[in-house]
């Protein structure tokens, strides 16, 4: 797609920097120190799900722990606590192995379930705004933060974990890493040998939330209001 | 509107500033809330200071290379589908995007947090071409219904409180309930829903862009971004030229420096990085992207003394812990930018002219140095910046010359200082009460105005340590 203005602009730039342009071979310095890796350096898979278990605390966050025997029955439970009605899920490969891909068939009954289904394009975000509970798979989960990292796709749109009034991300256990750094390395490796990055990465922290009134916490804004994030032990 | 947002004098925002009670409790008690958060935020991680010198040198990496990294960025964002726009001035980059707009017959614009775009008075030059912005942070929001300023550059909307936003509410949107803010708040997330689902275009700025991919960076809590940048077929993104990163591994750092200095958080609510157009398949993002990158007076910073206020991350650290910006409030600025840092880069951007009182909104504390995640030295910014408008723009006052040239006659001669240190208590006694000046005579007046004067004390340094040297009373 087209580029404009660049060149006078970046020429300038070099110009009152004091040395002619430059458009290759500039590497990143080895940085003088690296406090990003040692954090949770140590912690194991469990310790970490404790870590996450405390900061989901702090972010308004309800955490719950399961295996797979269980996690539909958890998956229900948590769905009817948020009276939900309407579902709006990914229609993750995970579905299957999880045995999620039965719940939403047989749930059909109770529920008003809608898998994202790339063919019916803005339908899925039509569902979506009127759904009362959005639900994906966590790619990567930061238990420093309590945050769960997704890689959207026409999979697992945008809209599921920002649209409905709340949100399920399911966490499987090995998902989960100390910070932030790991996942950003992963992209970072990712990109180097040669893997084109999502349209969208989203590191989701609880439910959205203001402070724009007089300091107070408004728990729910624009996204869900209430979060529940549901670790599976693998 | 552009970066500076007042025609009245320095003084007269200033006073406007103090006399403003209600707001002069909020911003006390949001510093407080601000730098507790952060501090607990910096002491939980043990090697703060490790943190921020890997910040500053990512920073410092970055802007002496910004050409090449941003001829990178731009590659990427084209190779993704987005076309890159760079803009020398304001006027440009308003330009182009009001270009868009009438391409694409655009009638409602969502936009989402950005200071970059008050800067350039883009909402202005979107009303000329017949569209209608919505600003969709909840802060700016109340401040577009109300006409109003932003006075912070976190949280806009912190000089008003929750019973004006009620009002402001009703008058403009027909708001029937309570002043709770949750009530307020689930008022705003149904009218503002029924905007985003009617958009044509999505305006966001940009926290950061990631070089080696082409990823722009935002940082937010209430999700709105997410609804700007989801909803919308036409997507825009406005950034500061600065706003960029070599990969994703220094997002990491800048991301959890910027998170934790602003509001105390370890990571924000949404962190949410966008890639040109929406793929084959997918239903959410744009099909079409633009990204705009300003430069509109930053390049005139790079190769000077001051390039390291260039580093800034927008976190407000500095502005949350200013005894200044606590008394007088952002307005007073008359900037977009206020605070130390507003102090520092208004004038850089802007020029003198317009903003030559701003580096002497500062007692030099080094407050605001101290707690800067990328370590610029503000402090001693502003003291450049001082000596510049004093010495090379020659921008002295005439009589404070004159004053200067009799001080340091006076000063100089034991006599006349003896005699006037002497003098200063009787000639003084009938403005002094309790000890303290209220209200002085003359040159003291500027300063009696804003605050109490001490009055000279009974008796001279020099004559209280010869008494003690006698062994007299003390």
Known sequence: ???????????????????PRRTQGIERPKWSVSPQFEVLNQASKDELIDVLKKQCEVIHTDF?????????KVLRETIEGYNGKVIVASSDSRNEEYGLDNFYKSAAEDFDVHLWDETMWKENQVFAERADVGITFSDITLAESGTVTLFNNKYNGRSISLMPRTYIAIIPKHTIVPRMTQATRQLHEAHISGNAVSSCVSFVTGPSNSADIEMNLIVGVHGPVEVTYIVVDD | MSIKIS?????????????NDFMRKAVASAQGRFRSGRQKQADELGNWEDWRTL???????TLRNIDYYLEILSENVSKRGG?????????????YIQHIIKKKNAKKVVKSKSMVTEEIGLNDALA????????????????????????????????????????????????????????????????LRQEFLAADVGITGCNFAVAESGAVTFVTNEGNARMVTTIPDTQISVMGMERIVPTWEELDILVSLLTRAAVGQKLTSYITSITGTRLEGESDGPEEYHLVIVDNGRSKILGTEFQSALHCI??????????????????????????????????LLDGYEDHKELPYA?????????????????????????????????????????????FAKWASSPAAYKLSAAAARPALQPWSKNEMIKSGPGPLKGWTINRDFPAPAKQTFRSWYKNRQKGREV
């Open chain 1, 1 to 19: 797609m087209a580029i404009q203005n660049r060149d006078s602009f970046l020429d300038s730039l070099a110009a009152n920097l004091g040395r």
């Open chain 1, 64 to 72: 719950k722990r399961t295996d797979r025997t269980d996690l539909v």
């Open chain 2, 7 to 19: 025609n009245a004098p320095y003084n007269e925002r200033v006073q406007e500033g103090v006399k």
């Open chain 2, 55 to 61: 910040g500053e040198e990512i920073r410092t990496h």
């Open chain 2, 83 to 95: 076309n890159v726009f760079f803009a020398k001035t304001a006027e440009e980059a308003n330009e």
């Open chain 2, 128 to 191: 000329e071409v017949g569209a209608e912005v919505v600003e969709s942070d909840l802060g700016e929001w109340i401040l577009q219904l109300d006409e109003d300023l932003p006075s912070h550059i976190v949280t806009p909307a912190l000089h008003k409180n929750k019973e004006q936003v009620r009002e402001t509410f009703a008058v403009k949107k027909g708001y029937e309930q309570s002043d709770k803010p949750e009530e307020l708040a689930s008022f705003a997330r149904q009218q």
């Open chain 2, 314 to 347: 927008r976190c407000a650290a500095c502005i949350n812990v200013c005894p200044v910006y606590r008394h007088v409030g952002g307005h007073a600025y008359g900037s977009i930018y206020p605070g130390p840092i507003g102090a520092v880069i208004t004038p």
């Open chain 2, 362 to 406: 500062s007692s030099l504390c080094g407050a605001c140095t101290e707690v800067c995640p990328v370590k610029i030295p503000l402090h001693e910014q502003l003291i450049r910046h001082r000596q510049i408008i004093v010495e090379r723009e020659n921008k002295g006052n005439k009589m404070e010359k004159l004053a200067m040239k009799g």
